[in-house]
């Protein structure tokens, strides 16, 4: 089973406090190129996989959304998720997500914020995903970039005039990668960025959409410490249709 | 114009030094990798973009493509493809590839091998190469790899242990970078990953391929200090469809 560190009381005190956890998608600044990239939800079956605390959810319904489908591992965001929600077409459901098991040919859109990168058998989610939409159905994802996950001791280093550089090694070296985010020994799985594509390519899919996000200038302008992130890439953005 | 840095005599000394240049094909660590992405070459018509030595118009040649046109914009590489080519059905031509202009519908191919990186607007140039490919024709190229050309000041960094990596910086900062590569101040683009890919959707292309290259294991066993090459990739190989 896939380590659920949300649980962790740490880790969700933590994560609790993140922008992103109090303020809901607007705390999120890869938000707005996240969304860019979404398709028309009007009518559409939605899958989120890793809701957390639901904001996609509703705010999918609040679109048009027939369906909703949350699927977490965490017992303890998907609890908030059910007290913060009251809308029918909303279903949260608890699995983990390198066993799940989906309907066939029924999303219209299956999206997923930040949370793949956490996945070991991502190959078996993925084919599982396709089977699951909808010909024509939409996949848009986000995932830790893989300069930012490919290093054994990721962080910055800063040279004598303060210039901030971020050192990749071990790149050609996929596999778990332990960081202590929140709390110790999170593990995550990096991947190369032509590894997700070739995945998705070799399941059939076609690529629609490929972003390194980084804040905008304008995003600097009100948050200047996130400057150091345009050095490099922290999130990797993937659309696709099946 | 682009840039014409392989005319320069001392670049052009050292460039005919590289194993690429002598040993053709094979003294090019990547090209398995490439040559696997290439489609059926029988009676195709194929166009080469920098084919410097002319040593793939050859081997297409030999693989059965009907026609090759090699691209290049040095006189020096063109003069000595000339000189070691006797094949009718291969021509050799000088051009700037930021004023290419090609015929529409024509190729079966369109190939190049670490040469796009020298273009300034490379969306002008693959806007014409998706025109002058026929329906269903294949793109496949190599390039630097962002990671590789994204740095200021690009090189390896080691730690007390002798690990290395390698510092990645204004990986957002799209432009020129200048590198002291066999001469002083040989001006490379560096564009991110989703540059590339983006503009090909963009144009019209389905992306068939990914590949981020790095020596394998068993090259390695060869030649040992290629094992730095692991830690972040040098190349990036795309194959694409019209």
């Known amino acids: 089973m896939t380590q659920n560190i949300y649980d962790n009381d740490e880790f969700f005190a ?3 406090q993140l922008p992103r956890s109090v303020e809901g998608l607007d705390g999120a600044p890869e938000w707005p190129a996240l969304r860019a990239m979404l398709p028309d939800l009007h009518g559409l079956k939605v899958l989120d996989l890793g809701c957390g605390f639901g904001w996609f959810c509703r705010w999918a319904r609040e679109q048009g959304a027939a369906q909703v489908l949350g699927i977490d591992v965490s017992e303890k965001m998907l609890a908030r998720a059910r007290a913060t929600t ?4 909303i279903t949260y459901a608890r699995a983990d997500m390198e066993q799940l098991e989906l309907p066939a040919g029924s999303f219209g859109l299956v999206y ?3 949370a793949l990168h956490y996945i070991a058998n991502l190959d078996r989610l993925m084919a599982e995903v396709y089977r ?3 010909p024509g159905g939409s996949l848009v994802v986000s995932v830790e970039h893989p300069i930012f996950t490919a290093p054994a001791r990721a962080g910055w ?6 210039h901030k550089s971020w050192p990749v090694d071990s790149y050609l070296d996929e596999g778990p990668r332990s960081t202590d985010w929140l709390a110790k020994g999170v593990i995550k799985q990096h991947r190369m960025l032509a590894t997700y594509l070739k995945m998705l390519i070799r399941l059939g899919f076609t690529l629609s959409h490929v972003e390194e996000w980084a804040p905008t200038e304008e995003q600097i302008a009100v948050h200047p410490r996130w400057a150091d992130e345009r050095q490099r890439p922290p999130f990797l953005l993937i659309g696709a249709r099946r």
Not at 157 to 162: H, I, N, Y
């Open 14 to 16: 933590g994560y609790g």
């Open 86 to 89: 009251e809308d029918g077409a």
């Open 157 to 162: 280093s800063s040279d004598a005039a303060g």
């Open 132 to 134: 699951s939409l909808v």
């Open 112 to 114: 997923s914020s930040l």
